[in-house]
């Protein structure tokens, strides 16, 4: 029961900050707004052109695509290879193949096939449409050209010009529709989710790096000696502190998602699949918490330790840029930061239905890092109190 | 003697090379206020750790109450108030928090940990200021805090290490005359400086410590007794002084009696207690006393002489 009254000095203090009650309660729910606005999709989405073909049809269909009201932000891409993988790793959101032999195909009666790739369906169909109404325009005049041509009134280039504005039904163009690669973010990842699910590990880790600093405090406040000349053990004292930053690391995170889920409609999947990953990752970072408050020699460089921590292991694992956009062999390295699982984890759950049976290489990763990290965490801080 | 609240025996603490206590033993009773007496670094905090239960120690007995005091002992550490020489107490939280917090630790819980609060707060002059943040505090009353703290529980035992430092005069008295006043309650009292006055001021029994050890105990008048100095007492006075020396110096315990200009100049054993005895002799051989000034020997001189330097630098 002392840990516990041990734990709850450490909440009520957290929660006496008035900085730190910026970073944990304010700061993520700005984070969320603004990056689900990025992956909501209301920035311009970058659009890959492989022009196979450089014909007046092919440069047309491309400057409708340019000037009409798709607001994309569009690239030449030399390969359709290249463009596959561009749009895999997510550096492009979408890609368009115009195939070779286009202008010749469409002035000689044939159908071409233009190929549309992208990851998330929701952005993709509204391209689609984009590009199918694009394509209908110029397969409407080619319809009318073809009809001119064929009565023999005027060659095929003269009379696409004064054919414009025939409406006609015969189509010249097929618009086909591709995922590239696997599924990567499916349709029911909302616009907030992405962000969420970083911005949960982001700040869980942060938020425990501040406890770090508060622990190396209370050292130096001579308060964790004073408590061991009360009637307290020091297994007791170790449980209380551990136990205490871990429930700053769960306030963080059950607000991040009992917020998100509620204002910003993010769906976290399965309950006790989520709740567990994101107790692992509260283990984690208690257990970096208590490592660093347990050896480093002062609070400014617990504090500079911590965040660095914070930022680099965030960056490298996905919880700033979604790891999809990086390549190897980076994508490999992320896997060394705890970050990296317990994202992968939570998106298993929030995107592909994943329930625990799923999780389990995360959960046992992050885990047995909890573990071994506390493990060190306690010993360390044992030493810390006992030795004068 | 009944059996002391404080027993310690031969302790002994090194750090790497360096022997910060070598050898220490003492012991308080019930009521008795005990100093350690001696410089930065002599090994005062170290003692204490061990009494405490806060430290490992390399040697030595530590019994308090009765029961047997290690890092382990968490039972027996409850007849411990502990007061650290560095503030300990939570700079977010308020008093009335902070003692709270503390006083659950020592097992207090409910109505009587309320009410035992309320009467620390009391005692230590902060209810007014309960539930401000200590952080707001000034240095004198994180102190009285800091010392409050330590006597939430009842103990048997208060140790205080050097609980002045660094506190203004007025607020150092209030601490010194509520120290007083809980020894005087029947608690045993282990109190550590480098001041000496409070030393004099407080403590029934003075240790005089030193690179680790303890180089001499006893009352203050033991102490100065074993350097040999005496008492020196100023009569300032008029009328017939000559033979009033002479009448002085055959009292008992009086070494020296010489008539100066308007005063006479004694050199005693234990001015205090001979001083109505002389101020009486005096007026019979026909000198009207108009003042008394008395000089005793002081444990800094004892100190200078037990281990050759100042007691402060
Ligand atoms: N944790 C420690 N590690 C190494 N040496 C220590 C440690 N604690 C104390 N010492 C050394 O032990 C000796 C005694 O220190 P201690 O703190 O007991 O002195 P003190 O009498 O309380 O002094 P002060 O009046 O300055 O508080 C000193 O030489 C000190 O440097
Ligand atoms: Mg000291």
């Not at chain 1, 680099?312 to 996905?318: D, E, S, T």
Request: overall charge neutral; hydrophobic content about 45%; aromatic content about 4%.
């Amino acid at each position: 029961m002392t840990a516990l009254t041990i734990a709850r000095v450490n909440l009520l203090r957290m929660l006496r900050d008035r900085t730190g009650l910026f970073f944990v309660f304010l700061l993520p729910v700005i984070l969320i707004v603004v990056l689900g606005t990025i992956y909501g999709g209301r920035v311009a989405p970058r659009l890959g052109i492989v022009a196979g073909d450089r014909g007046p049809l092919a440069m047309d269909l491309e400057a409708a695509l340019r000037s009409g009201d798709l607001r994309l932000e569009i690239l030449e891409v030399p390969t359709a290879t290249e463009l596959r993988d561009r749009v895999e790793r997510g550096v492009l959101e979408v890609g368009l193949v115009i195939p070779t032999g286009y202008d010749v195909t469409l002035r000689t009666g044939g159908t071409a096939t233009i190929t549309i790739l992208g990851q998330q369906a929701s952005l993709l169909s509204a391209l689609r449409e984009g590009v199918a109404a694009a394509v209908a325009e110029q397969s409407a005049r080619i319809r009318a050209a073809r009809l001119a041509a064929q009565r023999g009134d005027a060659t095929f280039d003269t009379a696409l010009i004064t054919a414009g504005d025939i409406q006609g039904t015969l189509p010249g163009v097929s618009v086909t529709v591709a995922t590239a690669g696997e599924r990567l973010f499916p349709e029911s990842a909302g616009a907030f989710t992405l962000g969420a699910q970083s911005q949960l590990i982001l700040f869980m880790f942060l938020t425990s790096m501040t406890a770090a600093t508060q622990l190396i405090l209370t050292r130096q406040l001579g308060v964790s000696r004073r408590m061991l000349s009360t009637p307290t053990s020091v297994a007791t004292i170790l449980a209380g502190e551990t136990l205490g930053r871990f429930a700053v690391a769960m306030v963080q995170g059950l607000f991040i998602v009992v917020l998100s889920a509620a204002v910003f409609g993010v769906d976290w999947g399965d309950t006790i699949a989520a709740g567990l990953l994101i107790v692992a990752f509260a283990l984690v970072g208690t257990g970096v918490a208590m490592v660093i408050g347990s050896f480093a020699n002062n609070a400014d460089q617990a504090g500079t330790v911590g965040v660095f921590a914070g930022m680099v292991l965030g960056a490298l694992g996905g919880a700033m840029v979604p790891i999809e956009v990086f390549g190897e062999p980076l994508r490999t390295i992320a896997y060394i930061t705890p970050h990296a699982w317990a994202i992968a984890g939570l998106r298993e759950v929030a995107m592909r239905g994943g329930g625990v049976a799923q999780v389990l290489p995360q959960l046992g990763v992050l885990t047995a890092l909890g573990v071994v990290l506390l493990a060190l965490g306690a010993w360390g801080l044992r030493r810390a109190l006992t030795r004068g | 003697m009944p059996t002391p609240v404080l027993d310690c025996r031969d302790l002994r603490k090194r750090f790497g090379s360096r022997t910060a206590v070598d050898g220490v033993s003492f012991s308080v009773a019930a009521g008795e206020t005990y100093g350690l007496l001696g410089p930065n670094g002599a090994g005062k905090t170290t003692t204490i750790s061990m009494i405490c239960g806060l430290l490992g120690r390399d040697g030595g007995e530590v019994v308090v109450d009765g029961r047997p005091i290690d890092v382990g002992s968490t039972d027996a550490k409850a007849a411990i108030g502990y007061v650290p020489q560095d503030l300990a107490i939570y700079p977010d939280l308020s008093a009335r928090e902070n003692l709270r917090f503390f006083g659950r630790l020592q097992r207090l819980s409910g109505r009587v940990l309320e009410t035992r609060v309320g009467e620390v707060l009391e005692l230590i002059a902060l209810s007014e200021r309960a539930d401000d943040r200590t952080s707001e505090f000034s240095g004198g009353m994180k102190r009285r805090l800091n010392i409050g703290i330590g006597l939430l529980h009842r103990p048997r035992l208060l140790v205080l290490d050097e609980p002045t430092v660094g506190v203004d005069p007025q607020s150092r008295n209030a601490i010194l005359s509520s120290v007083a006043d809980l020894g005087s309650e029947g608690l045993a009292i282990l109190y550590t400086t480098h001041y000496m006055e409070e030393a004099e001021r407080l403590c029934d029994r003075i240790g005089i410590i030193d690179e680790g050890r303890i180089r001499a105990e006893g009352t203050r008048r033991e102490l100065v007794g074993l350097i040999g100095e005496k008492d020196r007492v100023t009569l300032v006075a008029g009328g017939s002084l000559g033979p009033a020396a002479r009448a002085l110096a055959s009292v008992e315990r009086v070494q020296e009696a010489t008539a100066t200009d308007g005063r006479i100049e004694l050199v005693v054993e234990e001015a205090r207690s001979l001083l109505p005895r002389i101020l009486q002799e005096a007026a019979a051989a026909g000198a009207v006393v108009r003042s008394v000034e008395v000089v005793e020997p002081d444990l800094e001189a004892v100190f200078l002489h037990l281990t050759g330097k100042a007691l402060r630098d």
